[in-house]
């Protein structure tokens, strides 16, 4: 599975993104998807998990109530919507996939097989 993430980009705290990972190569309806963080100077975090199917949904607890994930299916594509941006959410930001037969719970980078690019946000005060 090849990702590309795109959607990045500089923002006044309190504004929006949305992030948009598309996927090519393999059946994108069979891989959970996610996106992860990484913040200068700082470890890669978890920020949100779907499942293969949309059905379920997880969102770090940093993020809950102001970030959602989403996919489609039919457009090969994961979306991340931030919203209520904040200085602290400034980070490159990844997607990951993983067939969803070989995930766990999809919350730790380690269980995932395909990475992005990444893409930056920036999120000014």
């Known amino acids: 599975v090849q990702l590309q993430a795109s959607g990045g980009g500089l923002v006044q705290a309190g504004g929006s993104l949305r992030l948009s990972c598309a996927a090519s190569?393999?059946?994108?309806?069979?891989?959970?998807m996610g996106w992860f963080r990484q913040a200068p100077g700082k470890e890669r975090e978890f920020v949100a998990t779907i499942s293969w199917s949309g059905g379920r949904t997880h969102h770090a607890d940093s993020v809950k109530g102001r970030f959602t994930i989403s996919r489609d299916n039919a457009e090969n594509t994961v979306y991340l919507q931030m919203n209520s941006l904040k200085p602290e959410d400034t980070a490159v930001y990844y997607c990951?996939?993983?067939?969803?037969?070989?995930?766990?719970?999809?919350?730790?980078?380690?269980?995932?097989?395909?990475w992005g690019q990444g893409t930056l946000v920036t999120v000014s005060s």
């Open positions: 990951a996939a993983v067939y969803y037969l070989q995930v766990v719970n999809g919350l730790t980078e380690e269980e995932y097989d395909y």
């Open positions: 190569g393999r059946t994108f309806s069979s891989y959970r």
